[in-house]
């Protein structure tokens, strides 16, 4: 048995998980398994391998996602998941999940029947890829016989996996439901980031009863899912939120 983290999807919004990487650090507590989807996943991942959260963070900001050279051609997509392939290679020193310091469980949707997929063996860069492959934006990750986008459609909080193998788990979810104000949806985008929201948050909530806390940091919902030139404040807001939560929730651990 050991300490479980559950990393939630959520775009942009997900660099606030490497902010909670490091309060965590701080406080001296060690993380045994990880289940992540989305950006969850890429974070999950990096960390399960043993990068640090400073290398972690810098890959976030360094990895330039919509460059030209990365765009679909003859594919269902704007951005070519898998011209990415290349950037995660160097952060495993094989691509396959028993290299992983910690285990690891990804999920990711499978088009063609429909259904979540756990992924926690194998081959290990296409299955974080295809987590992370937001529909219509990233084009879908073929493995094996399935065809696979996003785990966060099915499943954006995907504790499942960690509760027979973990004692304490730790939750972090980057899509908290706040109350906003009408002025905020007058573009097509704040109605769809504003949708997914909703949509993630009600088929989350409920999971996290099951956690030991969940760390939800406030003020995230002013950030696009692809609101990339403000990571550094995204990241603050995570740190500051773990912070807060292990000051008074440490000891359940």
Not at 59 to 70: A, L, S, T
Request: charged share 20%.
């Amino acid at each position: 048995m050991g300490i479980g983290l559950v990393l939630s999807g959520g775009g942009a919004r997900g660099v606030a998980h490497i902010g909670v990487l490091k309060a965590l650090e701080e406080q001296g507590v060690e993380v045994t398994h990880i289940s992540g989807t989305s950006a969850g996943a890429v974070v999950g991942a990096m960390f399960a391998a043993g990068n640090s959260w400073q290398d972690i963070f810098r890959f976030f900001k360094e990895i330039p996602i919509f460059n030209y050279r990365r765009y679909a051609i003859n594919k269902p997509g704007f951005i070519d998941s898998l011209k990415f392939y290349k950037d995660f290679e160097g952060l495993f020193k094989e691509d396959d999940f028993s290299i992983l310091e910690k285990k690891l469980f990804v999920t990711a949707t499978n088009l063609i029947d429909g259904k979540i997929k756990i992924f926690s063996s194998g081959e290990l860069i296409k299955p974080v890829l295809a987590s992370a492959s937001f529909p219509g934006v990233f084009t879908p990750i073929s493995i094996k016989n399935g065809v696979y986008v996003d785990g966060g459609i099915l499943n954006n909080f995907p504790i499942e996996p960690l509760k027979p193998l973990c004692n304490k788990i730790i939750g972090v979810f980057v899509n908290p439901l706040e109350t906003i104000q009408i002025e905020e949806l007058s573009h097509s985008y704040q109605i769809l980031n504003r949708s997914l929201q909703i949509s993630l948050g009600s088929q989350s909530l409920h999971k996290f009863k099951d956690c030991d806390f969940v760390i939800s940091p406030a003020g995230l919902t002013k950030f696009g899912i692809f609101d990339l030139k403000t990571l550094e404040a995204i990241f603050e807001i995570g740190y500051l939120a773990a912070v807060k939560e292990l000051e008074t929730k440490k000891s359940l651990l």
